[in-house]
């Protein structure tokens, strides 16, 4: 086992404790939060009464806000468009980079997306 | 020799073709069977007829005595329909917002309905008034008193204009 | 002198032979770059999807998939069970905090251009796992069965009646019947808890026999 400096770190034990540590490390977050911030219960479900406030969770707030703006049909079918065009991605873009440059297009256009959620998720928490 | 040349006759070019052949058809039975497998998961797990019950037709929602001149009376019997008696008399429609189906809640102060979902309003007659459903107002139903029985009729049809989730709302009850 | 935890190896050695399986798995080498911060996003994820299935599992001891029992079993585990406050929060809290690594992972991959060929197949097993986890999010959000659970349910499937042609189906499919009552409930617990745990086992070993084989892209 031992052969000094030359030894190529291996899966174990090298990136396997590093992966420990990272388990760890997230664990220690989920249950800070879980006792900083106990969840309980909400009312029972009821089908006559819609809540007067009824936000879905953080990660869809962006669709919510859609769905105010653009017609249901329209709506429901941009989360598929874009699941198909992730998926299409790696057979459409097979261009080899190897600079920062090369990909510089792909890198504005997923930011633009990104920033456009970002903006319409504060859009809908501050219910307009 | 003899027994070598009757075999490189009898098995000469054709045995490629048929096994291409033989090939193509296991290829076809097996992508068959994977279509039938699928379709059959997929024909199991359709709810069927019989547990599609509908909700629809004539149904008591309430008595004419529990009704003052200007009020709104709640859903009645877990129907999501409310009854509005003004000046014009008895009307009722479906407290059903035509968006995405959201109950409406009526607004005292400012004398009309919005859906707490995606902002719509309409007014006291259900006609929508802003919101993301222009085409559509409240589903008005067709309401008649017997003595002192209110009735509304449900919509058991396809409602012309209203989205198809509507109706199926609508049909499912509570 | 032998240490105590060779001479439990060296026992377990003698037994099962495990180092003769386990080997092309522990020890192929990893690139020196992988140690970086940026490739931890999967691994943490990983971590993640396994406190959702320990927890997942103790959940559903006390958990009942009905509409006259889902609310009170749920305040039951919040309420009574002892810690069933600490498995709750931490499947809850476990989930929100895999949409946030699953997005950082997919974007750091997607910036670096990591998803091209001979990797393609590892980018689109990954969106495959993407569309799990919002599966588990959309079934797993009405089991509790409380008003936001309900009502999302509610919009979501009126929702995917709005796609043209199979829209209507479609709805009546995910409802199984008119509404959201007792057969929802019913079918969204088993995908809950079979059938989409099933698909993302078997997603998650692809993506990581992919990972394994094509190792992860140089940096710039």
Redesign the interface.
């Known amino acids: 086992m031992e052969e000094g400096k030359q030894r190529k770190p291996t899966f174990y034990p090298d990136q396997f404790f590093t992966e420990m540590i990272i388990f760890l490390f997230i664990i220690g977050i989920v249950v800070t939060l879980s006792v900083i911030l106990p969840i309980g219960y909400e009312e029972e479900a009821s ?8 936000n879905p969770e953080w990660y869809f707030l962006w669709l ?1 806000q859609v ?6 049909t329209i709506g429901v079918l941009i989360p598929f468009t874009i699941l198909a065009i992730l998926i299409l991605l790696p057979f459409i873009d097979t261009k080899e980079i190897n600079t920062f440059r090369d990909h510089r297009w792909f890198i504005y256009i997923g930011a633009a997306v990104l920033l456009l959620i970002f903006v319409l998720s504060f859009w809908a928490t501050l ?1 307009g | 020799m003899d027994e070598k040349n009757t075999i490189e006759k009898e098995n000469p070019t054709p045995s490629v073709s048929r096994r291409k052949l033989l090939r193509f058809i296991t290829a076809f039975l097996g992508l068959f069977g994977l279509g039938a497998i699928f379709s059959s998961i997929i024909v199991f ?3 069927p007829r019989s ?4 909700v629809g037709g004539w149904q008591a929602v309430g008595n004419l005595s529990e009704f003052k001149e200007n009020s709104m009376a709640k ?1 009645y019997f ?1 129907l ?1 329909v409310i009854l509005v008696k003004n000046g014009k008399g008895l009307l009722s429609f479906s407290t059903i917002c035509p ?7 009526w607004d005292e102060k400012k004398k009309q309905f919005f ?5 719509a309003a309409f007014d006291e007659n259900g006609k929508v008034l802003k919101g ?1 459903v222009k085409p559509y107002n409240l589903l008005p139903m067709e309401t008649k008193v017997e003595g002192e029985t209110i009735s509304v009729k449900l919509p058991e049809d396809k409602l012309p204009g209203y ?3 509507f109706r ?2 609508m ?4 | 002198m032998a240490s105590w935890t060779s001479k439990v190896s060296q026992w377990a050695e003698e037994r099962w032979n495990l180092r003769k399986w386990l080997s092309p798995i522990l020890d192929t080498e990893v690139t020196e770059y992988k140690k970086k911060m940026r490739f931890c996003w999967g691994g943490m994820t990983f971590a993640l999807i396994v406190v959702e299935l320990i927890t997942g599992i103790f959940l559903a001891y006390y958990y009942q998939p009905s509409v006259k029992g889902a609310f009170q079993s749920i305040a039951f585990i919040t309420d009574q069970v002892y810690l069933g406050w600490l498995v709750r929060g931490l499947h809850h809290y476990a989930s929100y905090l895999i949409i946030v690594t699953v997005v950082v992972h997919m974007m750091i991959v997607f910036f670096r251009g990591a998803y091209k060929p001979p990797r393609e197949m590892t980018w689109v097993s990954g969106i495959f796992l993407l569309v799990l986890c919002f599966a588990f999010s959309f079934t797993g959000y009405l089991l509790t069965w409380d008003q936001r659970g309900y ?1 999302a349910t ?2 979501g ?3 995917a ?2 796609i043209p042609i199979i ?3 479609l ?3 995910l ?5 959201v ?1 007792q ?1 929802t409930i019913t ?1 969204f617990f088993i995908s809950h808890v079979i059938v989409l745990p099933l698909f993302l086992i078997g997603f998650l070993l692809a993506h990581f026999i992919m990972i394994r084989r094509q190792g992860v892209k140089k940096p710039f």
């Open positions: 089908p006559l009464v819609t809540p007067s406030t009824i919510f769905m105010k703006l653009v017609p249901p219910g | 797990l359709t709810p547990a599609l019950k509908k859903t877990g999501p968006h995405l189906g959201c109950i409406v809640i859906c707490p979902c995606h902002d993301p989205p198809s989730w199926i709302t049909i499912s009850g509570v | 009502w509610r919009i499937t009126g929702m009646s709005e829209g209507e189906y709805m009546i499919f409802q199984g019947g008119y509404g009552k057969p079918r």
